[in-house]
């Protein structure tokens, strides 16, 4: 059975900081991983990782993945209150490219 | 772009009825679309794989008599929730897939009293 793990559950910093969130992985045939923002509706995309070693860069967030430690990690530098979210990491596997999510990681910025 | 909407966005029914949501991929055309259920404080669970002109392929643990998944055409599939009961009331989520990506709907929110 596929398997995705995001560490941590939850985490709360101040404004400024920089977080790094972790996501490992168990998926058969695997075809990518993605990163999404979850605040009140539906997820909203922010990466997709197909290969290892290149970092994807979207402002002050950034992400890389790692085939050979089957993770990644999603980095958030400065944050600000908006990030305030819950980060879902997702991972795409077998000919449907069927998305097994993990728990998610509720980060909360206090100003 | 890629654009999937959800109809409706939010509804309460009555315990007992059936609900149907649609989830149509607005600009392209969609081979495979996938739902999802969210719980309050819980992550995304896969439901069923939808392809067109075929039967959906349901995740372990979802009832297929219950859980009505029909994918008529490229563009839409409907879900529809059948007999609901109160603790069917859950964020349901669509999401359809274009080449290696997915693009998800804006979400339903289910209420059923």
């Known amino acids: 059975e596929d398997k995705v793990v995001q560490s941590p559950l939850s985490l709360v910093v101040h404004e400024g900081d920089t977080v790094t969130l972790n996501c490992s992985y168990e998926?058969?045939?695997?075809?990518?991983l993605l990163w999404y923002k979850q605040e009140k509706k539906a997820p909203t995309f922010l990466f997709m990782l197909?290969?290892?070693?290149i970092e994807k860069k979207s402002g002050r967030l950034s992400s890389i993945l790692d085939k050979k430690e089957l993770s990644s990690i999603l980095n958030i530098t400065a944050t600000q209150t908006g990030d305030s979210a819950i980060y879902l990491c997702?991972?795409?596997?077998?000919?449907?490219?069927?998305?097994?999510f993990g728990k998610g990681t509720l980060l909360t910025v206090n100003p | 772009g890629a654009v999937v909407s959800q109809h409706p966005s939010r509804v309460i029914c009555k315990s007992g009825t059936s609900v149907k949501i649609e989830c149509r991929s607005l600009?392209?055309?969609?081979?495979?679309m996938f739902w999802y259920r969210q719980f309050p404080k819980q992550s995304l669970m896969l439901m069923a794989t939808?392809?067109?002109?075929?039967?959906?392929?349901?995740e372990q643990g979802v009832e297929k008599d219950k859980f009505l998944i029909n994918h008529a055409s490229l563009t839409l599939s409907t879900l529809t929730v059948t007999s609901a009961h109160p603790e069917d009331s859950s964020f349901y989520i669509c999401?359809?897939?274009?080449?290696?990506?997915?693009?998800f709907g804006p979400g339903t929110r289910l209420t059923v009293t």
């Open positions: 999401s359809a897939r274009k080449d290696t990506e997915q693009y």
């Open positions: 998926v058969t045939n695997f075809r990518s």
């Open positions: 197909t290969s290892s070693g």
């Open positions: 997702a991972v795409a596997g077998g000919s449907n490219y069927k998305l097994t």
């Open positions: 600009d392209f055309q969609a081979t495979t």
């Open positions: 939808s392809n067109e002109g075929s039967k959906a392929t349901y």
